[in-house]
């Protein structure tokens, strides 16, 4: 299977992960930022190895969208700005309505990334892993 999805595929998931994404959220508030980088970390792996099934209905489909909401609300508490994915937004403030990360005026190194769209949930991992990878470097530093 390519790395594409339908739009109706796109549309669904996002669907889903605007409900999703929240549930996580509010279960990893609690948690410290180091211990949401080390929960990013997995849940890229998990959608790394099982996105395919996200897009295809394959065993492990349940699994990896799992994988792919907590790994977004890990991205979207810790990261500047939040993140965004599948034409989403998710960030720490439960109530913004920023169409993008790029919208937080106090994000400045966001500014300084890519706009690329985001539209596969092997993207989103990538996204999830260099989020964490980030932020981990960060707090060695
Ligand atoms: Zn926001």
Not at 41 to 60: E, I, R, T
Not at 85 to 91: K, S
């Amino acid at each position: 299977m390519s790395g594409l999805m339908t739009d109706t595929q796109q549309s669904l998931l996002r669907t889903m992960l605007l409900i999703a994404v929240p549930m996580h959220i509010d279960k990893l508030c609690p948690l410290t930022p180091m211990r949401r980088c080390e929960i990013a970390h997995q849940c890229a792996d998990v959608v790394a190895q099982h996105g395919d099934d996200l897009q295809a209905g394959g065993g492990h489909c349940a699994e990896a969208f799992n994988a792919l909401a907590r790994g977004l609300a890990a991205a979207a508490l810790t990261a500047p700005g939040g993140v965004d994915a599948l034409g989403g937004h998710w960030c720490a403030d439960p109530w913004c309505r920023a169409a993008s990360r790029f919208d937080h005026a106090d994000t400045e190194q966001a500014a300084t990334d890519d706009p690329e769209p985001i539209t596969t949930p092997r993207q989103v991992a990538d996204v999830i892993r260099d989020l964490a990878d980030y932020l981990t470097e960060g707090e060695a530093a």
